[in-house]
């Protein structure tokens, strides 16, 4: 058994050997990452001596893979003249620590130069989007439905691990960050989404190893259909019998297209755009109503169509004007006189005038001309028996033109008071013969018996 102070001064001397070839093993180890199926060179250290006089092999995980100068050549692994190790189209399998080894021509044994841990990273590739339930646009957008619920779905390969991230642009979310996971896939979900939810959606894919970031993006947006129903109406044109029919709907995202029709005969009356209108939609549609193509009691109807599927509509019936008043209107020579008609029936709502012959009767000191719809009155000053005649109460609405005719009869101070001796001497007439009547009726048998009767 050896001396006790030898023995420990042996082991203290074989721990300090151990410890400085630990140092030098750490010193000349390096860490190199390589992409699947590129090139990649492993440095050797150079030594002093000439390369002509060295000999270099290398080793994977301890086992010679490629020698220089060998008698049959790997296309995949060669060594240059300095010693470094050039390894082609990389793949999984070349993953290994590398170590370089060097021998001077003559010398039997091998000095180790480096040790290379090769770590190779593939991907992220076949990055792929999957919303559901969405639609296309020409655009290459997705639109999906208010309320509906949105599934959105991110796929990628990625060698030896990847971080996926969902986010979203849009100026509405304050937190961008919508989902995250290391797995070959993440998916998450949008219960009921909204019109603030829209924007451009990205999923982001890292490899934990190379750092390498790939990203796939689609813009979402949201649509709706506006919830009230479209409304019909009309207006005046720039004729006297010149009208539009207005239909709007408004409220929904992108906006609708609207069109005019008939309900029956399902005649298409007008169609949006609008003229001028560089727009294939539109929430208000207005046409010049052409009288050749409607007619009375006909109903038409504005359908408003919406991408969502949508349908909704207004419609109205149509109607001829039509005035009524009293026909026959007697007046004394020299009072006044007011003609007056209704006119309630007409859809669109019809122009009502009074006219002369073919003459419109405007305000003048002769003539005042009321227009308190439904009721229109022609006021007549001092009535003369120039102003006898026949006098129309015009109506006009697209469909077509209605009139009422009223007769004005003017009679004067003269033909009056013989109307009223007339009447005297009618009634005198009356009364005598009443009286003679009651008398006959009530001597009737003295009568009979002085004329021979019994």
């Not at 308190?372 to 129309?392: A, C, F, H, Q, S």
């Not at 005719?405 to 009223?420: D, P």
Request: aromatic letters at 8%.
């Amino acid at each position: 058994m050896g001396h006790p102070t030898m023995t420990s001064s042996a082991l203290v001397l074989y721990l300090l050997l151990l410890s400085h070839q630990t140092v030098s093993e750490e010193q000349v180890r390096q860490y190199v990452i390589g992409e699947k199926g590129v090139n990649t060179t492993l440095q050797c250290l150079n030594q002093s001596v000439t390369a002509s006089s060295v000999l270099y092999h290398w080793k994977k995980d301890g086992a010679v893979v490629a020698t220089q100068n060998s008698l049959n050549p790997s296309k995949h692994l060669s060594i240059l003249n300095n010693g470094s190790l050039i390894i082609s189209d990389l793949q999984y399998i070349d993953n290994g620590l590398y170590t370089c080894e060097s021998q001077t021509k003559g010398a039997s044994s091998w000095q180790t130069l480096s040790n290379i841990q090769l770590q190779i990273a593939g991907g992220p590739t076949s990055i792929s989007l999957d919303i559901r339930p969405a639609t296309l646009l020409k655009n290459g957008t997705l639109f999906v439905n208010k309320s509906s619920n949105v599934y959105f779905n991110c796929s990628s390969e990625s060698y030896p691990s990847q971080n996926l991230t969902w986010t979203v642009q849009n100026l509405a979310q304050d937190n961008p960050d919508k989902a995250s996971g290391s797995k070959s896939a993440l998916e998450f979900s949008i219960s009921k989404i909204q019109p603030q939810d829209q924007g451009m959606y990205t999923c982001t894919s890292q490899n934990t190893l190379s750092m390498t970031t790939v990203n796939k993006s689609q813009e979402i947006l949201v649509y709706y259909a506006s919830e009230r129903h479209p409304e019909c109406s009309w207006k005046k044109g720039n004729g006297s019998s010149d009208f539009l029919f207005v239909c709007t709907w408004y409220g929904g995202y992108p906006v609708p297209t609207l069109h005019w029709h008939e309900v029956y005969e399902k005649t298409v009356i007008a169609k949006g755009p609008t003229i001028n209108s560089t727009y294939e939609e539109t929430e208000h549609l207005e046409i010049h109503v052409n009288r050749f193509i409607l007619h009375d009691k006909e109903e038409v109807k504005c359908t408003g169509h919406h991408v969502t599927g949508v349908e909704k509509s207004c419609s109205f019936k149509l109607e001829l004007p039509y005035p009524e008043g009293d026909p026959l209107v007697f007046v004394l020579e020299g009072s006044n006189i007011t003609l007056s008609c209704t006119e309630t029936k007409s859809l669109p709502p019809a122009k009502t005038v009074w006219k002369k012959m073919n003459d419109v009767i405007n305000n003048t000191l002769k003539y005042i001309v009321s227009d308190n719809r439904p009721t229109y009155k022609l006021t007549i000053i001092n009535v003369t028996k120039d102003d006898e005649g026949v006098y129309y109460c015009y109506s006009e609405n697209p469909l077509g033109p209605k009139e009422l005719e009223v007769v004005l009869n003017v009679k004067t101070s003269a033909g009056n008071g013989g109307a009223i001796v007339g009447v005297f001497v009618s009634v005198l007439v009356m009364m005598i013969g009443i009286v003679v009547g009651v008398t006959v009726y009530t001597k009737r048998d003295r009568i009979c018996i002085g004329l021979g009767f019994r």
